[in-house]
């Protein structure tokens, strides 16, 4: 055995090299990935139709003189009981609470007012200096058994801000 094992006669024993490329585990991780996705995929996007409910929150106190913004259902804005254009609302602002942009502006709006417009409001809002921004909603408590079939939509408390024309802040 002059040539050992690397030499001689085991020479022809070697397999040939094979250049081909195996695609097999290649194709077995795209097709887990593709899985993972196909999965993924309608967990991602948001389609759910959504019908916000009641406040439940605890009502805050109100204020000795609240500033109260109110949006119709055809987007008409009314500072207190004056009605007010979206181009005079700063100025009409700064009347109502004596150029103070720290005072707690209340803002209601219909319930038909589209939330992209209430966003539109809230900017003007935000743009005039106001940043304290209460929301008003109704009661749970006090639902209208006539605002929906089922008896459980919104309905303003007798006595309360809500059934004079103001709401609850909350």
């Known amino acids: ?72 259902p055809d987007l008409s804005l009314t500072l207190g009981n004056d009605p007010v254009t979206p181009d005079d609302l700063r100025a009409g602002l700064n009347a109502a609470t004596g150029d103070d942009p720290e005072q707690r502006i209340f803002l209601r709006a219909d319930q038909g007012v589209a939330y992209g417009d209430l966003m539109a409001v809230m900017n003007r809002l935000r743009d005039a200096g106001y940043l304290r921004i209460a929301l008003v909603g109704l009661d749970p408590a006090s639902a209208a058994p006539a605002a929906s079939p089922a008896g459980d939509g919104p309905r303003p408390m007798p006595g309360s801000p809500v059934s004079e024309g103001g709401g609850t802040p909350r």
Request: hydrophobic letters at 50%; proline letters at 8%.
């Open 1 to 72: 055995m002059a040539g050992g094992m690397y030499g001689g006669m085991y020479q022809d024993d070697d397999l040939a090299e094979n250049h081909e490329i195996n695609v097999t585990p290649f194709i077995d991780v795209m097709l887990v990935l593709l899985i993972i996705f196909m999965v993924a995929a309608p967990l991602a996007t948001v389609d759910v139709n959504v019908d916000l409910p009641v406040s439940n929150a605890p009502a805050s106190g109100r204020p000795k003189a609240p500033v109260w913004l109110s949006v119709g």
